[in-house]
Structure formats: C-alpha cells, structure tokens
C-alpha cells in the first residue's frame, strides 16, 4: 500500500519561510508524479496552489512555489502572512490512481 | 466562471446505495476529466475516482474498487458517484473537483476547481 507523507504540523513566524514536504513509499518523488498542492481552511473547500511540481494557478499568491527537494515535492511559503495558516495538502499521480498526503497544520505565531 | 455544485448526499444505512451528482458550468465539460475526493469528519484528503473527458478511462482508489462507478454525461454537463455497498468508514464529504489539464488521458492535469460538497452520512 502506497502511503505519501507530509510534516504533521509546523510552525512559522509572520514574515517568516517555510518548507513543507511531501513524500513516497516508492521511492523519491519526481515530475512524474505531477505533484499538486492545496490549501484547506477550516470549513471550506480545498483551494489548488501548485500543479506539476512548480507552476502556479492565475489566483496563487507569489510568496508560495513549488518544487523537487532531496527526492520529495515541496512546497515553500516565503514572506508568510496570517491569513496563510490553513492546512496543506499535497496529491501525487501514480499512473492512474492518484493519492493526497496527510496534510500539514500549518500555524501561523 | 467555473461552479461545481453536487447533490444527493444524505443518510444511509450500512449496505445501502447512494448516487451523488454534480452539475458543472462556465467551462467546456466534455473536454477536461473530473475526480470525486472525499473527507471523514476531522480527517484529511482522500482520492476516489477519476473520469477521462470522454468517460472512455476510468481510476479508482482501491477502496471503494468494486462498490462505487463513476460516471458522466457530457450532454447534461453532469458528473456521477454511485456508491453501493456503503460502509461507516464512507462517511465524508465527497467532493466533486476538474482535472486541470485539457483532454488529457488520465488524472496527472490535478485538480484546479472544487465543488463545495455534499455530505454522505452512512449509519444505522
């Protein structure tokens, strides 16, 4: 069984950077895998930020961007904002079936 | 502008049969593949199905392969879920979200726009 993995949680200071992660039981992530990420606030619906590792939506803010880092998708929050807090998830394609990570909690203090 | 609304959540016993729909506009339906994606209460994410543009491919995560079809009818610009054999463990919101990548085979476009969810509670 295929699991993707994401940071449970983590914690960033306003103006601050962050990395979030996203990996694989296969084996390291590639463009291949044509990662995606999403942003959730509580009681909404999913809200797309990144497709196919790094290219961003017309509405996805400039401080976020994608990338590979050591073998996992990534997904940077640079100059991070309050209204940034939210959970984070990332979706992988595996030749057919696709598969989300277990979200990331980012906060926001 | 793209709207995804679904319809036909609700209560059902364990065992029971349910079929969601959803009712797409502001885009070329017939020309882009859609995902239902569903969440437990208090949980994350979770892929269920994928349907190529055409309706011809069509992926499944492995649990709910063999219980629940995926659907469409690109004259009525509408998206279907049915789901048979329902467990407890089904209970969700399902959302209905468009691949981002015009006719594209299968599911590696992503998911760009989400509907808002329809509620499916599976309980004696």
């Known amino acids: 069984q295929t699991v993707v993995t994401q940071e449970p949680s983590l914690t960033v200071s306003p103006g601050g950077t962050v990395t979030l992660t996203c990996a694989s039981s296969?084996?390291?992530?590639?463009?291949?895998?044509?990662p995606n990420w999403f942003q959730q606030k509580p009681g909404q619906a999913p809200r797309a930020l990144i497709y196919s590792t790094s290219n961003k939506h017309s509405w996805t803010p400039a401080r976020f961007s994608g990338s590979l880092l050591g073998g996992k998708a990534a997904l940077t929050l640079s100059g991070v904002q309050p209204e940034d807090e939210a959970e984070y998830y990332c979706l992988l394609y595996y030749g057919g079936a696709l598969i989300f990570g277990g979200g990331t909690k980012l906060t926001v203090l | 502008q793209v709207q995804l609304v679904e319809s036909g959540g609700g209560v059902v016993q364990p065992g029971g049969s349910l079929r969601l729909s959803c009712a797409a506009s502001g885009f070329t339906f017939s020309s882009y593949g859609m995902h239902w994606v569903r969440q437990a209460p208090g949980k994350g994410l979770e892929w269920v199905a994928f349907?190529?543009?055409?309706?011809?491919?069509?992926y499944y995560a492995d649990f709910v392969k063999g219980r629940f079809t995926i659907s469409r009818d690109n004259s009525k610009n509408t998206l279907y879920l049915q789901m048979n054999s329902l467990r407890a463990e089904d209970t969700a919101v399902y959302y209905c979200?468009?691949?981002?990548?015009?006719?594209?085979?299968?599911?590696?476009?992503?998911?760009?726009?989400w509907g808002q969810g329809t509620l499916v509670t599976v309980s004696s």
């Open positions: 979200a468009k691949d981002g990548l015009r006719l594209a085979a299968a599911g590696y476009g992503g998911v760009d726009y």
């Open positions: 296969t084996g390291a992530v590639t463009s291949g895998y044509y």
């Open positions: 349907i190529r543009y055409d309706g011809s491919n069509k």
